[in-house]
């Protein structure tokens, strides 16, 4: 990565919440990660923030049931850019009881559509399986509750998993979404632009 390309230069882990009530507050922009369980989400973030384990990706999926933040600033031009990354339990494999999962469910509803500082929404998906009948609830959910001053951004995972006739079909059924491979370290600059953009006005050649 050059360096006129943004980056981010500070990442931390600030705190764990189990619903809106004891989340951080609302100081800054949020850009909340959200995707299935064992959909690289852990990995993703670690990928933006070139830190390895800033997020600790759980050995069972669906284990995360936390709200986590992080304190991020970007550095682009010698301007820096402060926001939150918040980091949603994965959906779609917890093995927890009924009650629990209501409540849990219950907490996340309320944080998505209450919390006002929220700006961008990313959805992650696998790339292998672009069309999970769960992620669509996911996306139709989303794009019934976000505000006007809010945006959802769909990136597709595990990109390196598919050949190049599999990637093109993608690109043409999801024109305006960014693909990312963890494993090649590939696509995170066009997701920095796109938050640095759409939260901060910041504009790109």
Same mark, same amino acid.
Request: glycine share 4%; hydrophobic share 35%.
């Given at each position: 990565?050059?360096?006129?390309?943004?980056?981010?230069?500070? $990442?931390?882990?600030?705190?764990? $919440?189990?619903? /809106?009530?004891? @989340?951080?507050?609302?100081?800054?922009?949020?850009?909340?990660?959200?995707?299935?369980? &064992?959909?690289?989400?852990?990995?993703?973030?670690?990928?933006?923030?070139? #830190?390895?384990?800033? $997020?600790?990706?759980?050995?069972? !999926?669906?284990?995360?049931?936390?709200?986590?933040?992080?304190?991020?600033?970007?550095? +682009?031009?010698?301007?820096?850019? !402060?926001? +939150?990354?918040?980091?949603?339990? =994965?959906? =779609? +494999?917890?093995?927890?009881?009924? @009650?629990?999962?209501?409540?849990?469910?219950?907490?996340?509803?309320? +944080?998505?559509?209450?919390?006002? $500082?929220?700006?961008?929404?990313?959805?992650? #998906?696998?790339?292998?399986?672009? &069309?999970?009948? %769960?992620?669509?609830?996911?996306?139709?959910?989303?794009?019934?509750?976000?505000?006007?001053?809010?945006?959802?951004?769909? /990136?597709?995972?595990? %990109?390196?998993?598919?050949?190049?006739?599999?990637?093109?079909?993608?690109?043409?059924?999801? !024109?305006?979404?960014?693909?990312?491979?963890?494993?090649?370290?590939?696509?995170?600059?066009?997701?920095?632009?796109?938050?640095?953009?759409?939260?901060? =006005?910041?504009?790109?050649?």
């Amino acid at each position: 990565m050059n360096n006129s390309e943004p980056r981010v230069v500070k $990442a931390e882990f600030l705190k764990s $919440a189990q619903s /809106i009530k004891d @989340s951080v507050v609302e100081s800054r922009s949020e850009v909340v990660f959200m995707g299935r369980s &064992n959909v690289g989400k852990s990995s993703t973030i670690n990928l933006l923030t070139n #830190r390895k384990n800033l $997020a600790k990706s759980s050995a069972t !999926p669906g284990k995360t049931q936390l709200i986590n933040f992080f304190d991020i600033e970007y550095l +682009y031009e010698q301007n820096r850019y !402060p926001l +939150y990354f918040v980091d949603l339990p =994965g959906f =779609g +494999y917890a093995k927890v009881s009924k @009650s629990t999962k209501e409540i849990w469910q219950k907490n996340l509803q309320e +944080y998505i559509e209450k919390r006002v $500082a929220i700006r961008l929404f990313i959805h992650l #998906r696998d790339a292998r399986h672009p &069309n999970t009948a %769960i992620d669509n609830r996911v996306e139709e959910f989303l794009k019934n509750s976000i505000r006007a001053d809010q945006k959802l951004l769909t /990136i597709f995972t595990k %990109i390196d998993k598919l050949n190049q006739k599999e990637r093109s079909k993608l690109k043409r059924e999801y !024109p305006n979404s960014i693909a990312i491979s963890n494993l090649k370290k590939s696509g995170q600059v066009r997701v920095h632009k796109e938050i640095l953009n759409y939260i901060f =006005g910041v504009e790109f050649d």
